[in-house]
């Protein structure tokens, strides 16, 4: 079982440092928007906030890609590999201009949102060029997803620390007006991000087209890429559930910030603080999450239960104890770790105490993304989906709210709140992920694999 773990983790490090370079790249687009002034700052929150949710659900359509492609390559058949890899490919890129296009031509919907009027005015043109660029990201998605399920993870992973660097310099000329560039503020923002997508996708493109590692899927195009309603099916069937579980996630987190904010300015910036902090963290269980799922849905495509088996339970076994260190790491550093995103004394105790709570929830976050993932890998969504509803918006909102509110206990009942909300989630999931397995290992009659 250590050795599978291995397997998973080198399999998950690569897609990890690309998941933390495009947060990273976020934070230093806000920091250098930040800097002319804070309705800039404001505006780009708005933008980045409003369109959270679509780009989301189009990321979850392009992890259609990389199961179907990994099952496909399970079997050692080549044919099914490029088969999937077209239809999800013009399929991804069908949802990502109707997603692109509909925010863009409703960026009107800035000024409905009881926004100031300046914010929603610097922040209508910044909102029209970054729609536009989630085309280009999430045919670079789809891309990734498809040499992911071929656990080729690191060309992706370099391309997206390259684009750090190359964002950088394009906000500098463009935000700034340096070198002679015109003072483009927000919009120059705007125009950085859509060029930076574009570049990494295009780069992606020629080498699943040009390099010898793709030809055996590239050179039997003529034959294989055509478009089928039955394969489209099988790509809907994992990416709608997948879109509907990160959809319901993020809105639930959405939500629960605007419930916080009913509290006041220092609970809003407390309770941002502490969720910053878990999301950073949670960007390694979701590369562990979708490093599983790659794993398993290859085996499943073997229909190797007693490998599936072995894969999930070191897999989770990972993320339980990564789930352990993050959670002794915020316990240990809460009193330190606030004062890096603030200095009010009030803010800094109040998300020193949600530090504790950030840490419980590490455990659960973090085996309930490998619960999602492994089901994922064995084209387990629909009863999964309708689990994660339940944990956020029956079991945790609705918790968080009348503990927050009723209760009395403020933004430390929205935390126990999200915590059982992902607790039932973790604990359902993985119940029956191993029950699956262990009903198809015994029907499979094979000795498991250790």
């Not at 409003?50 to 780009?55: A, G, R």
């Not at 399970?74 to 088969?83: F, I, L, T």
């Not at 992606?204 to 089928?228: E, M």
């Not at 606030?338 to 840490?359: C, D, E, G, T, W």
Request: charged fraction near 10%; aromatic fraction near 10%.
């Amino acid at each position: 079982m250590r050795s599978e773990a291995f397997k998973t983790i080198k399999l998950a490090i690569p897609i990890i440092i690309g998941e933390l370079a495009q947060m990273l790249l976020h934070i230093i687009d806000t920091a250098m928007v930040g800097s002319i002034s804070y309705k800039h700052l404001a505006a780009a929150s708005l933008v980045l906030n409003t369109l959270n949710i679509p780009f989301v659900v189009g990321i979850g359509m392009t992890m259609s890609v990389s199961q179907m492609v990994s099952m496909a390559n399970g079997r050692k058949n080549n044919a099914q590999v490029s088969h999937y890899f077209f239809n999800g490919f013009v399929l991804c890129a069908v949802f990502a201009i109707i997603i692109a296009l509909g925010m863009a031509f409703s960026r009107g919907i800035l000024y409905h949102l009881g926004q100031d009027p300046d914010v929603a005015t610097l922040a209508t043109p910044f909102m029209f060029l970054v729609s536009l660029s989630i085309i280009p990201m999430l045919l670079f998605m789809t891309l990734k997803q498809f040499a992911d399920g071929l656990e080729f993870t690191k060309t992706a992973m370099l391309l997206s620390l390259s684009a750090m660097p190359v964002n950088i310099f394009l906000n500098w000329l463009l935000i700034y007006g340096n070198w002679g560039f015109p003072r483009l503020e927000l919009a120059g923002a705007g125009w950085a991000t859509l060029i930076t997508r574009s570049l990494i996708f295009i780069v992606l493109a020629l080498v699943i087209l040009k390099h010898r590692t793709f030809h055996p899927y590239i050179s039997i195009r003529k034959v294989q890429w055509r478009l089928r309603m039955h394969t489209i099916r099988e790509l809907l069937h994992i990416g709608i559930p997948s879109s509907m579980q990160l959809g319901v996630e993020v809105a639930a987190f959405a939500v629960s910030g605007i419930l916080v904010g009913t509290l006041g300015a220092i609970a809003q910036a407390s309770h941002q603080i502490a969720l910053s902090c878990a999301s950073f963290t949670f960007m390694v269980s979701m590369g562990l999450s979708q490093a599983g799922s790659i794993r398993t849905s290859n085996a499943y495509g073997r229909s190797n239960w007693p490998h599936i088996t072995t894969i999930g339970k070191s897999t989770l076994v990972t993320a339980l104890l990564y789930g352990i260190f993050c959670a002794a790491m915020f316990s240990l550093f809460r009193q330190r770790l606030p004062a890096l995103f603030n200095n009010n004394v009030s803010v800094m105790q109040l998300s020193s105490m949600l530090l504790l709570y950030a840490a419980v929830f590490q455990i659960s976050d973090s085996t309930q993304a490998i619960g999602a993932g492994l089901l994922r890998g064995i084209k387990d969504v629909k009863v999964p989906t309708i689990l994660v509803t339940l944990a956020y918006w029956v079991i945790g909102l609705p918790t968080g709210y009348t503990l927050a509110f009723k209760a009395g206990l403020g933004v430390s009942g929205m935390w126990i709140g999200l915590i059982a909300g992902l607790t039932f989630a973790s604990v359902f999931l993985l119940m029956r992920f191993l029950r699956i397995a262990k009903k198809q290992g015994a029907k499979s009659g094979k000795p498991l694999l250790i």
